[in-house]
Structure formats: C-alpha cells, structure tokens
C-alpha cells in the first residue's frame, strides 16, 4: 500500500513540476538525436559493407571473363596486368576485400567502428603497415570525443539525469518540511526514499531503454535477444549505481545544495576526471611507437631489398626450402626476386609493428586493470561489448585477417616462386575470406567482469544508503 | 506516579510518558517526565524555549529515542513499536508543511493513504476538509496558494482521515491570526469531544487555558507543576507560569 500511495504521489509531484518535464523532454530529445547519429552511421556502414561485397565479386568475374579471353586466344587489355600472372592475380587488382559486418546493435553503440577499420584489401602486400593504417576519412574531433551515440548519452548523461532528479529526494522533504509529516506516519524513511527512487528509475530506465528498444526494432537488433537484454541490464545497473549514490548522499543529512555539490563532483571524477587520467597514465607510461618509424622502416627495408634482392633471394630460399622447387637460383625469375625483396619487407614492418602490438597491450592491460575504478568506463565496455561494437570484436576481426592474408599469401607465392601461370580454374580455389563471428557467442561472457563490480558497487554504496536511511528520523 | 499509571480521569492514557528523559551530548533536554493523558484529555505543556516540550512532542513520535524511561501511546511503547503507534498518532506541527504543488485533496489522500486509510474517494476525502474547514473550492487548489491557516486545517483533516486516538500539536496556532486560531481550537474540541487524547505544546497561556483540560508547566526539562484549567483562572495561570519559570533552576 505504501509503495503505491508513494508511486501515486511522485507521479502527481511529476506532472505537476514544469522544470522537470522539461529536464525529461529535454533528454528524450537527446537520445532521439543520438540514436539518428547511430543508425546513420550503421546505414554508412552498411552500404560500405555492401559495396565491398559486390566489389570482390566484381573484381573475380572480370578477372574469370579477362582469363577465359585470353585462354580462348585472346590478349591481356596490359601487358602489366597479365591476370594469367600469380603477382597480379593475387595482388591489388585481384584482391579479396574482407568485411566485418556492423555489430548486431552497432545503431545503439557505434563504439569503435568509426575509429577501427572493418574492412582490408587483402594482398600478396597485404603486410603489416596495412593494418596500421586507417583509409577512412574522419573528422578528428569525432575520433577524439567520439561520435554522439545512445552510448555516449548512456554514459556521460544519464547520470546527469539521474542527479537531477534525485539529489534531494529526502533533503528537499527536510527543507520543505513535508519530511516530519510524512515520518509521523506509519512509514520509514528508507522505504519512502526506496519508493520515490524507483519510481524515477522507473522514469528514466523506461525512457532510455524506450529509445533503446525502438532503435533496435528500427535496425534489425532484435535477432539478438540476448545482447539487448545485456544492454538493458548494464543500463538499468549503471542507473541504480547512481541512484543509489544519490540516495546515500542525501542520507548523509545535508542540504540539497550540498548534496548537489557533491554529487556534481563525483559524476565529474568518475565520468570525466578517472577514465581520462587512466587513458593519459596508459599513454605516458606505454608509449605507442610512432607512425613515422613504421613509414620509415618501410622505406628503408625497401631501399635495401631492391639493392640486394639476390641476396634475399638465397635467404629466402634458405628459410622456406619447400618454395626452392623450379627455381634456378642462378637464374631467378622476375617474380621470386620481387617476392623475396616483399618478404623481407615484411620482415622488418613485423618487428616494429610487434613492438607496436606490445605497447598498445601494455596500455590495454593497464586500463582493463584500473577501469574498475570508473563506473562510467565498465558501463561503456559492457554497452559496447554488447553491442558488438568493442575492441575486442575488432582485434578478432584483425587477427581473422592476418590470419585470411597468410592463406592468400600461400596460395600464390608458390606460383610466384616458379614463375608460373595462371588460369581460370584456379579462381574457383582461391582463398576467401568469411568472418567466424567468435563475438557473438560470449558477449555475455566478456561484460561479466565489469558488470559484476558494477553491481558490487552498487550493493555497497546501496547497502550504506540502506544503513543510514534507516536511522533517519523526523527531528534530524 | 505510580509503575502503572493511570490518568487524570481514572481512564487508560492513550499517551503516557514514564521517567521519559533525554540528553542531547552533556545537556538534559528532558528529565524523567511523568504524564499520562486519557481519552478526550487536552494537556497543554508550557514553558519557554528550550523548556523540553518539542522534544516530548519528538520522543512521542519515535523522532528521537529517550536517554531513559518510555514513551507511551495506548500502552505501546514508541521505542519498540514505532509504525503501531504512528498508526493511533496523528502530528500538527507548528508549521503544516504540505506538497506545494498539489492540492489539499491530493496532499490528504496521500497522508491519510500513507497514515493507513487506504485510497479514500474524492468525495469523502473533501467531506474531510470541509469538516476541517475548508470550502470546497480551496481544497481543489495547490496547497501554494493556501495560508498558514489554511495548511493547519489540512493538517486537521488528516488526524480526522486517519481516525487517530491521540493528537500530538507542537505550537499549532502560532503565527496564526485570533479568527484562525479560534477555529482551530474548535476543531480541536471536536477531536476531543470524539475521545481523541491531545498533547499540545504552546507558548499561548491564554488558549491553554480555553482550550486544555490540564497545563503542565516545564522548565528546564523537568514538568515543575501540573494544574486543572477547570480550577483557575487566566491571571492566575499566568502568575503560576511567571513564578515557575523565573530562571532559578538553571540548566542541567
């Protein structure tokens, strides 16, 4: 009966509070405009995805086409683009485009879809300066603030709400007055302030998983039944975590001024201030090499390369004894020393792009290990992880690729190395590339972690609001 | 008094302090306060400020918890059965302070719902009012608009609503015009005339003495006589009142 008769109060405090409304169509607003951010970015995506899909079977009927022409008598449309050769047929102008398709709720949380890519051009050059590298064209402030996603209002915002509503969910009652009537009834202060918090959590996780739910419906997320339902429960803990360090601040017994003062503060230092000094500590303590020094190694292992290219030749031949077959190393072809010169490029951009790959997992670990002190940064990892849009989709969609980018390498250098030709019954065997989603199955599994301390935090800060709020009495 | 006390009356109090006494750090705010009110009884405390009587008002309602001794309401003990005796109790402070943003009505269901009454019609809850009174057109307003006065019958209103045994009024017509104060002493009767038991701390000798059946006079924490507003008169309380609290007992 309490809970009811508080529900049906707050309902009637609400409608009849104007500057609330207006925080909470204000809000609304918001979300609407991040969710259109978020499904014009997955429409982008998607035609991007769509045009690399047909470009790769473009790419392999013309070349099918241009290689029975030839087989049929005709001649190659260049002398230098002879598809007849492994060196063409398996370099940029037979390349394979691998794709990672937008997360299942990328609508919801671009992530890092606009910052990584999710497609390479895979090549015989396909080495490791491709997968440093960034084609796409984007506006920097976007990459460093990130786009304005339902995530982003998720995180940064919603607390903001939440505060709004609830830093004087027992202190305006003391100041108003209504406080010492309302506890000279049968009732607590704990199950009142219980009551009037669910209900705004009510509000708020209603709105938001509202907006959640109808931009899933309107992308197709609803496929995945299970990721939604981890993002609704990742958004309802991150409400309450706030909720509930509203509720124990205004347990404390101050003014609601106080109470907001405080409350600001910490949405400050644990939204603002810690992810960003945990980035900053990752940044100065691992410094990532820089990009110039991949360039420059680049180019000097290619200056190199071409000045000793029999010498690598004989090297190259030394560590892979099985490709020595049907070449003359007295006479090599054009082919086996343009690869070996390729390979030990390759070689080289390995080695500053492990150092590369180290430091970047130095920083990883340190800020997996420190996230835990930011609500705000295990909230966003468990949104994007289930959205499918977070880091660790994308080093698995690269490693796939590496991995992809080897068995295209196998299948053509060999012929490279004899010199051989090419025709059109070999395409049928090349290898393709198709992304096992290994994503999919543990989102779950991956926002456990931060989850669970979310939800520790939210015991104990919940917990210690309990304890005080139960020793409020009328005449404090 | 005696371990089991009875009233003035000879009835069963529906509000009884025994050796209630509270400190606040080294300061005795109130000590062993003995008192026993019965049904249809008004006992009206006096006293200056800081003489113990919003803290009797306050340990009555389980607002603070006694040093020592017991507060009594229908023989329950506030400190073990605080929401039982909430239920038999009803509060007017010296401030009604409602919901600004609703109306008398919606401030009534809410506390008389929150009291244990359950969702009472509209029609009865202004028939409430009215009692209290209200007019009709008021209690429809936001309560914003409503005068202190007027928030006191709302707070009447939800003593009547919640059919309590004993009303507890912690300097209710202070502020108050004499038009509006005489009202509220009336509705006051009438809560007695029902048997509802009033505790009333206040300041007015001049009500305490219309409107109580006995005064208490404290000082200092300790109730230092009890009279019968039945066997004296106006002048004669106000010498009682001027000779108990002249400043001789000192702080504890």
């Known amino acids: ?476 | 008094m005696t371990e089991s006390q009875e009233s003035h009356t000879g009835a069963a109090p529906l509000l009884e302090a025994r050796g209630l006494t509270k400190d606040y750090g080294g300061t005795r705010a109130l000590d062993s306060l003995d008192l026993a009110i019965a049904p249809g009884e008004v006992y009206c405390l006096l006293g200056p400020n800081g003489a113990g009587k919003t803290t009797t008002i306050n340990l009555f309602l389980g607002f603070v918890a006694p040093s020592a001794g017991q507060a009594l309401v229908a023989g329950l003990n506030v400190s073990t059965h605080d929401r039982e005796s909430k239920r038999r109790l009803a509060y007017i402070p010296e401030q009604v302070m409602l919901y600004r943003n609703l109306s008398g009505i919606e401030n009534l269901e809410y506390f008389a719902a929150l009291g244990g009454q359950g969702s009472l019609r509209r029609e009865r809850l202004v028939e409430i009012l009215v009692e209290a009174g209200l007019d009709g057109e008021t209690a429809g307003r936001r309560v914003s608009t409503y005068s202190k006065g007027m928030r006191q019958k709302v707070g009447i209103a939800i003593a009547i609503a919640k059919k309590a045994d004993a009303l507890l009024l912690d300097e209710p017509t202070s502020g108050l015009d004499p038009t509006a104060s005489n009202e509220f002493s009336a509705l006051v009767e009438r809560l007695r005339n029902r048997g509802v038991a009033v505790l009333m701390a206040t300041h007015d000798l001049f009500r305490a003495k219309d409107t109580g059946t006995r005064v208490g006079i404290m000082h200092y924490g300790r109730l230092v006589t009890e009279l019968s507003t039945a066997e004296i008169g106006h002048a004669d309380l106000e010498r009682v009142y001027l000779e108990h609290v002249s400043d001789n007992g000192g702080p504890r």
């Open chain 1, 1 to 476: 009966m309490t809970a009811r008769t508080v529900l049906k109060n707050e309902w009637r405090l609400l409608m009849a509070d104007r500057p609330l409304k207006i925080a909470l169509g204000l809000f609304v607003v918001l979300l609407g405009y991040a969710l259109t951010n978020g499904v014009v970015w997955l429409r982008f995506q998607e035609r991007t995805v769509e045009a690399t899909t047909s470009g790769n079977v473009e790419r392999a009927s013309a070349l099918r086409q241009e290689l029975e022409a030839i087989e049929a008598g005709g001649q190659p449309s260049s002398p230098f683009a002879d598809p007849r050769s492994p060196r063409v047929l398996g370099g940029p102008s037979g390349s394979h485009t691998a794709v990672l398709a937008p997360g299942p709720l990328t609508a919801l949380a671009i992530g890092q879809s606009d910052l990584l890519p999710y497609y390479y051009d895979v090549n015989i050059y396909t080495n490791e300066a491709s997968f440093q590298q960034n084609g796409e064209v984007e506006n920097p402030l976007n990459l460093m603030v990130g786009r304005f996603d339902l995530t982003f209002a998720v995180v940064y915002l919603l607390p903001l709400l939440v505060l709004a509503l609830s830093f004087n969910v027992l202190s305006e009652e003391r100041e108003q007055g209504t406080l010492a009537l309302t506890l000279s009834q049968p009732v607590s202060a704990r199950s009142v302030v219980t009551v009037k918090l669910a209900f705004r959590a009510l509000v708020v996780a209603g709105i938001v998983l509202g907006v959640s739910l109808l931009g899933a419906l309107a992308t197709g997320g609803f496929g995945s039944p299970g990721r939604i339902l981890l993002w609704s429960v990742t958004v309802v803990a991150y409400s309450l975590f706030w909720f509930a360090l509203a509720a124990w601040v205004n347990a404390l017994g101050r003014s609601s001024a106080w109470n907001a003062t405080v409350l600001v503060g910490a949405w400050l230092v644990l939204v603002v201030v810690l992810p960003a000094a945990i980035n900053a500590a990752a940044g100065l303590l691992h410094p990532l090499p820089s990009r110039v020094e991949m360039v420059t190694a680049q180019r000097e292992a290619s200056n190199d390369a071409v000045n000793r290219r029999s010498e690598l030749l004989a090297r190259y031949l030394e560590d892979h004894p099985e490709m020595a077959e049907g070449v003359v190393a007295d006479e090599p072809g054009l082919g086996a020393l343009s690869w070996a010169a390729t390979d030990a490029v390759n070689g080289r951009l390995e080695e500053v792009a492990a150092e590369h790959d180290a430091r970047r997992a130095e920083q990883t670990a340190l800020v997996r290990r420190y996230r835990f002190l930011s609500p705000a940064l295990l909230a966003q990892e468990a949104l994007l992880d289930a959205a499918g849009t977070g880091d660790a989709r994308f080093a698995d969609f690269q490693s796939q690729v590496r991995v992809f980018a080897e068995q295209w390498r196998e299948f053509f250098v060999p012929a490279i190395m004899a010199d051989e030709q090419m025709n059109a019954g070999v395409l049928a065997d090349v290898p393709t590339f198709s992304l096992v989603d290994g994503d999919s199955a543990d989102p779950a599994c991956r926002a456990t972690a931060p989850l669970a301390v979310l939800a520790g935090l939210l015991a104990l800060i919940g917990a210690a609001a309990g304890v005080r709020l139960g020793r409020v009495r009328g005449a404090d």
